[in-house]
């Protein structure tokens, strides 16, 4: 049977484009399998068909419909690939992505993602091995392949619902640790500069003043000085697509390892989701989750 769900437009979603609005809403959807809904036109803004570049404007009415096949366990095959669980409850589990991992699957890799381990986690337990119904992981925000540390996961319907509306209310701590370029003049930084994708070049996700720009803003603190490298902490205040790239490049000081944005090479980027607090989804509760910097990227600071 089909399910049609509804969503309103804030205004923080003007100007963006209808595929990240509805990634972003989602999470327990593919970037695939939500680009075959569109594709399929299955969305709907203000009542016409849209199509996955459509620039949203505050109170637009989205409305997409998902066909039996969207819950179906084909659609995200399980594999039994190790998962670092920091913490795991009846409604969510937080877990540490190593990195080199990618959240979902691509058009190019099907496997060994956090999703397919995701999803083996989640149904290798039930009885005797029979499904009553196939449990998706509501992958609720994500991480670049190179990016490690924790990540919020939905078990049940009800916890994707409340933990998708307090990251799109920016109720959600979120804090990086980064191991940047230089020596980091300032103990607090406020990085402001907007970012946008360009069509042609690499990176297609850079600082863009004027059309197609949209604000952002990053907030830094330095945590420890080295010799060639500084150890800051990153607050997201905006989210951006590779936003915290981005801003170090911006200010001077790329991220050790991003080749992209013209951080001196290393065995791998050095950037680290480090803590994750909100509201549980279920009572309310303030929880917070931390995770230590990972010992390569300690050991590239101490050298």
């Not at 569109?38 to 009415?61: M, P, Q, Y």
């Not at 190019?108 to 998706?136: D, I, M």
Request: proline share 5%; glycine share 10%; aromatic share 4%.
């Amino acid at each position: 049977m089909n399910q049609t769900l509804n969503f309103t437009a804030g205004a923080d979603d003007a100007g963006a484009r209808l595929d990240e609005f509805l990634a972003a809403r989602l999470g327990a959807l593919s970037r695939m399998r939500i680009a075959s809904l569109l594709a399929a036109g299955a969305c709907a803004v203000n009542g016409e068909t849209a199509r996955a570049g459509l620039k949203l404007g505050a109170l637009d009415a989205v409305a997409v419909t998902l066909d039996a096949d969207a819950s179906a366990p084909g659609a995200m095959t399980p594999e039994a690939v190790p998962l670092d669980i920091a913490h795991e409850d009846a409604h969510l589990l937080v877990v540490n992505k190593p990195a080199g991992m990618l959240v979902h699957p691509t058009r190019g890799v099907k496997a060994g993602t956090l999703a397919n381990a995701l999803a083996y986690h989640l149904n290798q337990s039930r009885a005797g091995g029979v499904a009553t119904a196939f449990v998706r992981p509501g992958i609720v925000h994500r991480l670049d392949r190179e990016t490690s540390g924790l990540l919020v996961v939905a078990k049940t319907q009800r916890a994707l619902s409340s933990l998708s509306r307090l990251f799109q209310r920016r109720r959600v701590e979120k804090r990086y640790l980064a191991l940047v370029a230089g020596r980091v003049g300032e103990d607090e930084l406020t990085i402001e500069a907007p970012i946008g994708r360009v069509e042609e070049g690499v990176p297609w996700w850079r600082v863009l003043v004027g059309e197609g720009g949209r604000a952002a803003e990053t907030r830094l603190g330095v945590v420890e000085r080295g010799g060639r490298s500084s150890l800051v902490e990153l607050e997201p205040v905006t989210g951006r697509t590779n936003q915290l790239r981005i801003h170090c490049a911006h200010a001077g000081h790329p991220i050790v390892g991003d080749a992209w944005y013209g951080g001196r090479e290393a065995p791998r980027l050095c950037l680290h989701a480090s803590r994750l607090a909100f509201n549980h989804p279920v009572g309310g509760a303030w929880v917070e989750f931390a995770s230590p910097l990972p010992a390569e990227v300690a050991a590239l600071l101490n050298s």
